[in-house]
């Protein structure tokens, strides 16, 4: 099976972990942030919460999982928590940049999708340039993150994600 091996405890913690990423204060709180938010104005406040619930929480979860698996002590643990949480709320910045600026055959979905509906984004909210700058930020914040975590070079691949979250262009 999958988990043989992997102490129960371990399990029960990643099993925790997931839970809470989902629950409502993670995804599910996020999506009714963002159902409730359709044709309104936020602010970058509300917005950030929304997205650091939704995407946020799941990518910064699965950092937190593969951290949990290689026991780290608590400053790595802080230190790769507020990884997770600059990357994951990283790639939903970049997803509302390449929403207006890539066509629909590039993002593989209907560019404008957000707009169309009356969604709130990181565009919507602070403007095309102002987002962009918010994405590099947050770049910025990964890697200071990792610098703190002690990893070192053990670390280089969650830079190569960083950066590949925020270059993407799709």
């Known amino acids: 099976t999958p988990d043989a091996g992997v102490e129960p405890a371990l399990q029960a913690r990643l099993a925790g972990l997931l839970?809470?990423?989902a629950g409502h204060a993670g995804m599910a709180g996020g999506q009714?942030?963002?159902l409730a938010s359709i044709g309104c104005r936020l602010d970058e406040d509300t917005l950030r919460d929304m997205h650091r619930r939704k995407t946020g929480a799941l990518l910064q979860t699965s950092v937190l999982m593969g951290a949990a698996c290689g026991?780290?002590?608590p400053a790595q643990w802080q230190?790769?928590?507020d990884y997770g949480a600059a990357v994951g709320l990283a790639f939903q910045v970049v997803d509302d940049i390449l929403d207006v600026t890539q066509a629909s055959e590039t993002l593989g979905k209907t560019a404008g999708k957000d707009l169309d509906n009356n969604?709130?984004?990181y565009v919507s909210v602070l403007g095309l340039a102002a987002a962009r700058r918010h994405a590099e930020e947050l770049r910025a914040h990964a890697h200071a993150a990792l610098q703190a975590s002690g990893l070192g070079a053990r670390a280089g691949a969650l830079a190569v994600l960083a950066d590949m979250v925020v270059e993407r262009q799709h």
């Open 79 to 81: 230190a790769l928590s």
């Open 71 to 73: 026991h780290p002590d």
């Open 32 to 34: 009714a942030i963002d």
């Open 19 to 21: 839970a809470r990423a």
């Open 119 to 121: 969604k709130p984004t």
